[in-house]
């Protein structure tokens, strides 16, 4: 059984940071394309970033030099380091694991960047 548990959110101001966690059970981990999605109220969710099996990034232009994507597969976890966080960001913050094979969601994890 495949579960995916994000952690981190929370309140900040703009220019602050966070740092969001996903643990990930079920499967081999490191095998797996690990993203971040949000979604926005009112919104379609989005692809923030992802990172494949060997390390490779990407990133959405909105987020790109602002936001880090890693992974530390002894640990089953993808983290996402955002920086200079901005009131666009504010959103809920989707973990998921990719290719190979199904995709699956984590609950989700508010971030709210507000003054």
């Known amino acids: 059984q495949v579960q995916l548990v994000e952690s981190g959110g929370g309140l900040v101001q703009p220019g602050g940071s966070l740092r969001l966690s996903c643990a990930a059970s079920?499967?081999?981990?490191?095998?797996?394309?690990m993203g971040w999605y949000r979604q926005a109220p009112g919104k379609q969710r989005e692809l923030v970033a992802y990172?494949?099996?060997?390390?490779?990034?990407r990133y959405a232009g909105s987020v790109k030099g602002r936001f880090t994507i890693s992974r530390d597969n002894a640990k089953n976890t993808v983290y996402l380091q955002m920086n200079s966080l901005k009131f666009e960001d504010t959103a809920v913050y989707y973990c998921?694991?990719?290719?190979?094979?199904?995709?699956?969601w984590g609950q989700g994890t508010q971030v709210t960047v507000s003054s």
């Open positions: 079920g499967g081999i981990f490191s095998i797996y394309v």
């Open positions: 990172i494949t099996s060997d390390g490779s990034t």
């Open positions: 998921n694991r990719g290719a190979p094979g199904n995709n699956y």
